[in-house]
T-cell receptor
Framework: GAVVSQHPSRVICKSGTSVKIECRSL??????MFWYRQFPKQSLMLMAT?????????EQGVEKDKFLINHASLTLSTLTVTSAHPEDSSFYIC???????????????FGPGTRLLVL | GQNIDQPTEMTATEGAIVQINCTYQ??????LFWYQQHAGEAPTFLSY??LDGLEEKGRFSSFLSRSKGYSYLLLKELQMKDSASYLC??????????WGAGTKLIIKP
């Protein structure tokens, strides 16, 4: 149980284009989903927290107009990188936290990540 | 401020035992997590401790002392596939995860 999928796994795009990344919880309902970014050899950096049906909460320094997050259902959240630039190239990882009780409610389960390369 | 400390890198021998320590200072505490992250992959959940003591799960065990702000992850019978980064994360009073920088574990034959 507790499987999270992410699509696409890799994307290469031209500077100025927009890229959408999907995150799905496959076998559980996620009240909360998280979006992280990780640069090579660095730790995870939380970008934003999204709760189903409400606006995302962005971490300091993360531009909400550039990184659009939509959490339309208990199993799907999307991150859109608008007008991508080479400095946005990174490993983007989503995680989901269950709506049910017990340990699963507290644990974040990660998707496999999306490697974005902006040329 | 909130702070999670763990060693940057450790080296151990195949078949041996290694202990990865994590100390933390956070605003509130709602549990401590250990994740494993292989290079180029997303983290995978290993363990969760919210009460003091040792939790054993196969070759991996995790220990917590809330009064000391301290945890460790113990890996026994090391295998080459255990070479990875091990991330310590604490859930604070707002149920947000505060992440350590990770410990890169290198296993030598």
């Amino acid at each position: 149980g507790a499987v999270v999928s992410q699509h696409p796994s890799r994307v290469i795009c031209k500077s100025g284009t927009s890229v959408k990344i999907e995150c799905r919880s496959l076998d559980f309902q996620a009240t909360t989903m998280f979006w992280y970014r990780q640069f090579p050899k660095q730790s995870l950096m939380l970008m934003a927290t999204s709760n189903e049906g409400s606006k995302a909460t962005y971490e300091q320094g993360v531009e909400k107009d550039k990184f659009l997050i939509n959490h339309a259902s208990l199993t799907l959240s999307t991150l859109t990188v608008t007008s991508a630039h080479p400095e946005d190239s990174s490993f983007y990882i989503c995680s989901a936290r269950s709506a049910s009780g017990g340990l699963q409610q507290e644990t974040q389960y990660f998707g496999p990540g999306t490697r974005l390369l902006v040329l | 401020g909130q702070n999670i400390d763990q060693p940057t890198e450790m080296t151990a021998t195949e078949g041996a035992i290694v202990q990865i320590n994590c100390t933390y200072q956070t605003s509130g505490f709602n549990g401590l997590f250990w994740y494993q992250q292989h290079a180029g992959e997303a983290p995978t959940f290993l363990s969760y401790n919210v009460l003091d003591g040792l939790e054993e799960k196969g070759r991996f065990s995790s220990f917590l002392s809330r009064s000391k702000g301290y945890s460790y992850l113990l890996l026994k019978e090391l295998q080459m596939k255990d070479s990875a980064s091990y991330l310590c994360a604490v859930m604070d009073s707002n149920y947000q995860l505060i992440w350590g920088a990770g410990t890169k574990l290198i296993i030598k034959p």
